[in-house]
């Protein structure tokens, strides 16, 4: 049964960062593509970033590049997200995501529709 279990999310000050950690089983995700997406109040589900398999490529929505990284380590099996220099807009819950289809190791992907599978999310609230 594949499971992704989020964790690290808070309440952080304006200027703070965070850092989420996404705990996947099931399966052995290093060769596929995974990413982090988000959702605020009243808002539609938005990506955020986005890594290939094996950690290759990576990809940011313009709202966080140069303030978020994502990385994975294949070894444990997880996928992370170091948010610096947080913002109030940044107020979320975050999912993971993996897509288990994925034939291409090198490929990230920036749409819900290309993933298969999601996390029961994780709050993130920064205060201005």
């Known amino acids: 049964q594949v499971q992704l279990v989020e964790s690290g999310g808070g309440l952080v000050q304006a200027g703070g960062s965070l850092r989420l950690s996404c705990a996947a089983s099931g399966?052995?995700?290093?060769s596929y593509p995974m990413g982090w997406f988000r959702q605020a109040p009243g808002k539609?589900?938005?990506?955020?970033?986005?890594?290939?398999?094996?950690?290759?490529?990576t990809y940011y929505a313009d709202s966080?590049?140069?303030r978020f990284t994502i990385s994975r380590d294949n070894a444990k099996n997880t996928v992370s997200l170091q948010m610096n220099r947080l913002k109030p807009e940044d107020t979320a819950v975050y999912y993971c995501?993996?897509?288990l289809d994925q034939r291409y190791a090198t490929v990230v992907l920036t749409t819900e529709a290309q993933y298969d599978y999601w996390g029961q999310g994780t709050q993130v609230t920064v205060s201005s």
């Open 27 to 30: 399966r052995t995700f290093s």
């Open 44 to 57: 539609e589900r938005e990506f955020v970033a986005a890594i290939s398999g094996y950690g290759g490529n």
């Open 64 to 66: 966080v590049k140069g």
């Open 97 to 99: 995501a993996v897509d």
